[in-house]
């Protein structure tokens, strides 16, 4: 089970980025997917998630309305769309399987599996 999140970088306020996720080892039926970032001397938190399998999708209170997570299943990728970006929103984002996606999985980081490298986004004022 392996993910390789891409697509940071930077963005001025306001601005927009899509990040993805590509899974390898599984397909997007198997597990869910959940967006995680972690943000300087902060901890990480749950930002969205997505399972396929009974079409469900979950987001932090602070993405809702500017974030919507997707998938392409033939790809095997999971995408976040990031909207109306805010300087809050610099962090290092990443990607993890889950067992089940809800609002429950994002609050208690219920993802396994080691972290990937993650991808780096910026928003400057």
């Known amino acids: 089970v392996q993910l390789v999140e891409s697509g940071g970088g930077l963005v001025q306020a306001g601005g927009s980025l899509r990040l993805s996720c590509k899974a390898s080892?599984?397909?997007?039926?198997?597990?869910?997917i959940g967006w995680y970032r972690q943000a300087p001397g902060k901890e990480r938190e749950g930002v969205a998630c997505?399972?396929?399998?009974?079409?469900?999708?979950a987001y932090a209170d602070s993405v809702k309305g500017r974030f919507t997570i997707s998938s392409d299943n033939a790809k095997r990728t999971a995408y976040l769309q990031m909207n109306s970006l805010d300087p809050e929103d610099t962090a290092v984002y990443y990607c993890?399987?889950?067992?089940?996606?809800?609002?429950?999985?994002?609050?208690?980081?219920?993802?396994?599996?080691?972290w990937g490298r993650g991808t780096q986004v910026t928003v400057s004022s």
């Open positions: 080892g599984f397909t997007l039926d198997d597990y869910a």
């Open positions: 993890a399987p889950q067992y089940l996606c809800d609002s429950r999985t994002l609050k208690e980081r219920l993802s396994f599996g080691s």
């Open positions: 997505i399972s396929t399998r009974d079409d469900s999708t």
